[in-house]
């Protein structure tokens, strides 16, 4: 004689899933309205606070600051999504277990970050060799 066992019904939980859920579900609107709440005090504030004189927040003395400063943002950027795809090629080669398919996208993910990295290496020339085509 075989005994099977099923799984219970949904309507059937116990009285603790069922004020569990319940106290989720009570939590919701509140944590709404907190949001909501907060939003609208920062727009508010925005709104009324203080009128400052106008103040100009970026002004370049010359092409040559901008191009610096767009190669040091690119290779901020490159920089920290090179290290991304180093950390996800990390875990996933810690992770795969073995399996070969795991594997590869381990090692595509870290030969892409190592792309990522010459490419920071190589902004500066990069720059340079755009600043001498914009001032021919």
Known sequence: ???TTTAPHPEHRT????SRRTRRAARRPRLVLAAGLALAGMLLGAATGHSAPEMVLAEAANLETVMNNARNWIMGILAVVATLFLTIGGLRYLLAGGDPSEVEKAKQAVKHAAYGFAVCALAPILVSILKGILEV
């Open 1 to 3: 004689m075989r005994l």
């Open 15 to 18: 009285d603790s899933a069922r």
